[in-house]
């Protein structure tokens, strides 16, 4: 699985604080791979990767299975 | 943005739309907001609201909601009050479109980020026990007079470096301030009177700055050094900032607290989960922001004519996107009416969404998680102290309750 954020990202910080194993955020509050590559996303992690795609109130996430 | 529910028109006729006549600036019984929010949502997705000098657009359903909120070349920020399109105040950057609004919030979200209020975050805690241990020995209080409005200004004073001894003053300027903002004429002219008073409180500080030097942790010497299209930011634009700013961030943290206390003095199962495990308070506040939203509504002006989830708009209209009812919409969530303590997948518009969203968002969680948490170590149970109606501030300023009596027993 792969996640990937868009540049509709707007800081929320909601996905890099219920996943800081997949996430983190840069220094204004934006996650850092807004608007990058995809990430994989560990096969234990994929649940947790799916909360929050639901949990991005501006629907900047996105999964893809690879 | 063109899609089957937003496209292109050349002027047209409004047909088949409800008009309506709603007050939403009035104090009601606490609660009867969310049930208008919910009535207006089941009986239709739009509807144009007129009073005696005008009227606006409502849309009530989360869909339309999110797309106002993702296209904001379409729905602008000049005014977020459908009632005033023209208000006499200019809050920066809330009521700057692109492509400026950007440039301010760069220069705003590093001091308000999560990791900039993690680092705040023991300083709010000292703050917030400091406010809470003289009330256990009493076994009583008015929380939100004695605690809600205090604690979040005293937090934000001091994260943006003014002394906390203004804390009272701060409070009543912005207590002044919602009595008008919410389109109450009875209120207007004590809201001109804060505003007035705010901007020279804060013309004091930059002029101290400017005379005794910067200083660090200090918003306003931050102010003063930041650039805007390498320039020094203009005074007049500083006052705006420093005034949305203090608006912007007590009265909206003690409308959630007085929300989320009054549902956990009613709900001790509620209480008990989030002691026995703390780690369920972060999403117990967002559920507050979900289900006891104090956005009514969000207000934008149209910037040209387009036809909108099969309304034909015109450019310089004014809509009114109802978060609150957007929050609960049995349409996007499952047990919308519900309180759901630990709910996933919570993307709630309860801070906004788009590029205008809550500046102070993380602050404001962050106020809310560490209230909950240090309240309940002090004082797990606690209960309504009145068989009262409680009452809420209208909906046009942000819902807020204006009093929670709360009692505890208190162990010698």
């Not at chain 2, 606690?382 to 046009?396: H, I, K, V």
């Amino acid at each position: 699985m792969k996640l990937c954020v868009s540049t509709a990202c707007m800081g929320h910080g909601r996905c890099y604080t219920l996943a800081p194993q997949l996430l983190s955020g840069d220094d204004e509050g934006y996650v850092t791979i807004r608007g990058g590559d995809p990430i994989d996303v560990p096969d234990d992690l994929r649940e947790l990767a799916e909360e929050v795609e639901g949990t991005c109130p501006e629907s900047a996430i996105s999964l893809t299975d690879a | 943005m063109e899609s089957s529910t937003i496209s292109e028109v050349k002027g047209g006729e409004v047909t088949g739309c409800p008009v309506m006549h709603h007050d939403f600036s009035t104090t009601r019984d606490l609660g009867d907001y969310w049930a208008l929010a919910n009535d207006l949502r089941e009986n239709c997705p739009h509807f144009y609201n007129k009073y005696s000098e005008g009227g606006y657009w409502v849309f009530t359903r989360h869909e339309a909601v999110k797309d106002i909120y993702k296209t904001p070349e379409i729905f602008s920020s000049e005014s977020i009050t459908p009632w005033e399109p023209n208000p006499i105040y200019r809050f920066v950057p809330t009521q700057v479109d692109a492509p400026d609004h950007i440039k301010y919030r760069r220069i705003l979200n590093p001091w308000f980020s999560p990791q900039a209020m993690e680092a705040a975050a023991p300083m709010m805690r000292e703050i917030c026990r400091g406010f809470i241990e003289p009330l256990v020995p009493r076994g009583s209080c008015d929380f939100i007079e004695e605690f809600a409005l205090l604690f979040p200004t005293a937090a934000f004073l001091n994260v943006i470096g003014v002394p906390v001894s203004h804390t009272q003053q701060f409070a009543e300027w912005v207590d002044m301030f919602f009595g008008g903002f919410g389109g109450d004429p009875a209120g207007a002219e004590n809201m001109a009177k804060a505003l007035g008073e705010m901007r020279e409180f804060w013309t004091e500080q930059l002029a101290d700055r400017r005379r005794e030097g910067f200083r660090e942790g200090d918003l306003f010497s931050y102010l003063l050094n930041a650039r805007f299209d390498d320039k020094p930011i203009d005074d007049e634009v500083l006052l705006d900032m420093c005034t949305v700013l203090t608006l912007a961030g007590l009265d909206t943290t003690r409308a959630e607290l007085g929300y989320m206390f009054h549902h956990l003095a009613q709900h001790p199962e509620h209480r008990k989960m989030l002691v026995d495990d703390p780690e369920l308070v972060p999403l117990a506040v967002e559920e507050t922001l979900r289900y006891y939203t104090i956005i009514f509504g969000d207000g934008r002006k149209v910037t040209r004519d387009i036809e909108f989830h099969g309304v034909q708009l015109k450019k310089g209209d004014m809509v009114y996107a109802l978060v609150s009812g957007a929050n609960r919409d049995p349409r996007h969530w499952e047990r919308a009416d519900e309180f759901v303590i630990d709910r996933k997948r919570n993307n709630h518009f309860g801070f906004a969404s788009g590029p205008h969203r809550c500046l102070g968002m993380h602050l404001a969680r962050r106020e809310m998680a560490i209230a909950v948490q240090e309240w309940l170590a002090l004082m797990p149970d606690f209960e309504l102290a009145t068989d009262a109606q409680l009452m809420e501030r209208g909906g046009g300023s942000m819902m807020a309750l204006s009093t929670l009596p709360l009692r505890w027993e208190v162990h010698s």
